[in-house]
């Protein structure tokens, strides 16, 4: 058994803390795409590793105890992490091998003794200072729209190649895949909240219900139903 909780933070960079304290270890666990990347640090180990905004269905051995994450708001791990996104998709990656050794030490000392892992753990990834691309949240907001990439790069006053470049940079992939992984990360959403397939599939931009159940398969790997 899992016990999943998410938190607002009042940190600008991140969509959320978590945290998700488990008591077997014996089964696996699927992270699907949503445009994200996420800092995490598991407590039983003391790690702190990175996930990676990812493509396609990450399957992974379950964490036992408990894990705590920040969560970046999509295109913004470079702020925080210091490194272009592409250089993580689909990645798990050790901090240490992104941050000064020193500095992946502290953090994981002050997190041992912390009273709130994840307010820890948001103030220490935020303080980072990395430069980032501040056309990102309008790209972003272009992109859920689902305006065309020669719309989006005419919106931001940039050619269609610098869109591309710095979609790479950001999200990890360029314009269309992150299309592809907003609309399916809001469709997931809106089923999970109790959306009909079909309605949701309409209202999010799918041709229909059947072109929502093969993104699915394409991104999650599994069925819908499966995946809920």
């Given at each position: 058994m899992s016990d999943y909780t998410e938190r607002r933070t009042r940190q600008p960079l991140f969509a959320c803390t978590w945290s998700r304290s488990?008591?077997?270890?014996s089964g696996s666990t699927r992270v699907v795409p949503d445009g994200c990347a996420d800092v995490l640090w598991h407590q039983e180990t003391g790690r702190l590793f990175v996930a990676g905004p990812d493509t396609r269905a990450h399957v992974g051995e379950q964490h036992r105890g408990l894990l705590v994450g920040v969560r970046f708001k999509p295109g913004l791990a470079p702020a925080g992490l210091g490194v272009p996104s592409s250089e993580i998709r689909d990645l798990r990656v050790d901090l240490d091998l992104l941050w000064p050794g020193d500095r992946v030490r502290r953090l994981a000392d002050a997190l041992a003794v912390a009273a709130s892992p994840a307010a820890v753990l948001a103030d220490a990834v935020a303080a980072g200072g990395f430069s980032w691309d501040r056309s990102v949240p309008g790209l972003v907001a272009a992109v859920r729209?689902?305006?065309?990439?020669?719309?989006?790069?005419a919106s931001l006053g940039l050619t269609e190649r610098q869109v591309h470049?710095?979609?790479?940079?950001?999200?990890g992939y360029g314009p269309k895949v992150l299309q592809r992984v907003l609309r399916f990360d809001a469709a997931l959403r809106m089923v999970r909240e109790g959306g009909s397939l079909a309605a949701v599939a309409y209202s999010v931009g799918y041709s229909d219900q059947a072109h929502f159940s093969r993104e699915v398969r394409a991104l999650a790997g599994v069925s819908v139903s499966a995946l809920l």
């Open positions: 488990t008591a077997d270890a729209r689902g305006e065309r990439v020669s719309e989006v790069a470049r710095r979609c790479l940079a950001a999200f």
